[in-house]
């Protein structure tokens, strides 16, 4: 098999996928925001990703859809595939501080000092 190749790499990945979860999440997120790969494959990469580590694939989504040099059919797919509701896409934000549903509100701001007595 030629690793070299964006075909082979995606390949690999997706055997790695069946064994090694992490290693493919890893892999399929290396293909999905490498530049120098074509963005159809970027693209495959990045729809694999939700089934095996959703906080990567909102990474690669957002690699992809953020990238001037792809295409706006490419780009769109990638946001269409970030902003897709699903239990993978909220599972991939759990890890930002912001996160309300996770974190409850902000805390009550600290009371202002008393301004001057005129």
């Known amino acids: 098999m030629d690793y070299d190749s964006d075909e082979g790499r995606m ?25 120098g790969v074509g963005e159809e494959v970027r693209l495959s990469a990045a729809e694999l990703l939700p089934g095996v580590d959703p906080q990567a694939a909102a990474q690669a989504c957002l690699a992809i859809a953020s990238d001037k040099d792809v295409g706006e059919e490419v780009r769109l797919s990638a946001a269409e595939l970030l902003a897709a509701p699903s239990p993978q896409a909220a599972d991939a934000f759990r890890g930002i501080p912001g996160d309300r549903l996770r974190h409850g509100p902000p805390p009550p701001s600290p009371p202002r000092p008393p301004g001057p007595h005129w």
């Not at 390949?11 to 530049?35: N, V, Y």
């Open 11 to 35: 390949t690999a990945a997706e055997q790695l996928a069946a064994h090694h979860p992490r290693a493919a999440a890893e892999a399929l997120r290396a293909i999905a925001c490498d530049d």
